[in-house]
């Protein structure tokens, strides 16, 4: 089968560094992409990691190993607003047809 | 140019009646995908056009779903007699042709079957 496992709940406090790891299993495997979504809202998207390495965008960065199958959002000097859920997604067929992840509550501390 | 726009946003409608949703994608992007997702779950895809052209559909896509982009601007989801099951909101997204930069979704329908 398809899946991605995520940690279901992190919490962390304002300023803070949160990691959130993602780990897949595809039938193909294009690249993977990370998105945020507050409460009531529509998903945002974040970042696209088609090659190993780190994408750095701002306060937030992803990176991926196509060999481990394993990916992470981090996110640094965490904001009250960054609370919000985050999904990582898998694009399996080149044409970000994605397969998401089940979700990682992100609640930040004052 | 205002985003990817779904309509309505909510929808209640008895078990058993049709129903159809809309999508207008931003105006320059060839691919529009419908996604489905319940509460605490990601989202799940449905559907995904390129153009006019429906290119692929979910194992998860019943006979009483079905899904139109004509002349690929819009496009509409229906559901025919719809089941409690089918409560969740319907997502929509755009994306140019060649794209590594993720989707636009929209802000979804929200079915409530009662």
């Known amino acids: 089968g398809q899946s991605l496992e995520q940690p279901s709940e992190v919490t962390a406090v304002e300023g803070a560094i949160v990691q959130i790891n993602c780990t897949y299993q595809?039938?193909?495997?294009?690249?993977l992409s990370w998105y945020q979504q507050h409460d009531g809202g529509a998903p945002t998207f974040l970042s696209y990691?088609?090659?190993?390495g780190l994408e750095e965008t701002g306060r937030f960065s992803s990176f991926l190993s196509r060999s481990d199958s394993y990916g992470y959002l981090l996110l640094q000097e965490l904001q009250m607003k960054d609370s919000a859920s985050y999904f990582c997604?898998?694009?399996?067929?080149?044409?970000?047809?994605?397969?998401f992840g089940t979700g990682t509550r992100l609640k930040v501390l004052a | 140019d205002t985003g990817v726009s779904q309509n309505p946003r909510h929808k209640i409608t008895k078990r058993g009646q049709n129903v159809t949703f809309r999508c207008d994608p931003i105006?320059?992007?060839?691919?529009l995908y419908w996604y489905r997702q319940t509460l605490g779950q990601g989202p799940e895809f449905l559907t995904y056009?390129?153009?006019?052209?429906?290119?692929?559909k979910s194992r998860l896509l019943s006979d009483r779903f079905s899904a139109e982009r004509p002349k690929g601007s819009f496009s509409t989801l229906e559901i025919q007699r719809t089941e409690q099951g089918d409560s969740a909101m319907y997502l929509c997204?755009?994306?140019?042709?060649?794209?590594?930069?993720?989707?636009?979704f929209g802000s979804g329908t929200r079915l409530t079957v009662v």
């Open positions: 997204a755009s994306s140019p042709l060649s794209s590594n930069y993720g989707y636009t």
């Open positions: 595809t039938s193909g495997f294009y690249g």
């Open positions: 990691n088609a090659l190993d």
């Open positions: 997604a898998s694009d399996t067929s080149g044409t970000y047809k994605y397969i």
């Open positions: 105006s320059e992007h060839n691919r």
């Open positions: 056009f390129q153009n006019e052209a429906q290119l692929e």
